[in-house]
């Protein structure tokens, strides 16, 4: 998965100085950042698309029986067109990913799956 997030919008948000940092530290940035783009994506239970990766034939998107989500949430985001709710998701798991946390401390936290309640996509039992 490409992370939804710039590069300049991951640095910005662990508080980094870009210029400073080695390319395997960016990489790792980056890498992270692929990492919480898709923790959140799977989350939401939205497909996952690689890079410029076109769905396959067989992907049922909610748009396809309810008319009445908005295309913005039924069609795969890219770093543009990502919900700013999401890209804010995205950039609180990436700190806790860059941070290290331990297996005390839940990657989604109560706060952070309140925020994106909306946006899932409801199970079927």
């Known amino acids: 998965m490409t992370a939804l997030v710039s590069q300049a919008e991951a640095v910005a948000q662990l508080r980094l100085n870009e210029a ?5 530290q960016l990489a790792d940035v980056m890498f992270k950042a692929d990492q919480a ?3 959140i994506v799977d989350y939401l239970k939205r497909p996952f698309i690689e890079g410029d990766e076109v769905p396959p034939a067989g992907v049922i998107r909610t748009s396809d029986f309810e008319p009445s989500v908005p295309p913005a949430l039924a069609e795969p985001w890219t770093p543009e067109t990502v919900p700013v709710l999401v890209k804010a998701a995205i950039l609180i ?13 839940p990657l989604l936290s109560d706060q952070l799956t309140g925020i994106l309640h909306r946006l899932r996509d409801p199970a079927l039992a």
Not at 93 to 105: A, E, F, H, K, N
């Open 20 to 24: 400073a940092l080695t390319a395997a």
């Open 93 to 105: 798991v990436l700190t806790s990913l860059y941070d290290g946390r331990t297996g005390d401390d």
């Open 37 to 39: 783009s898709a923790i």
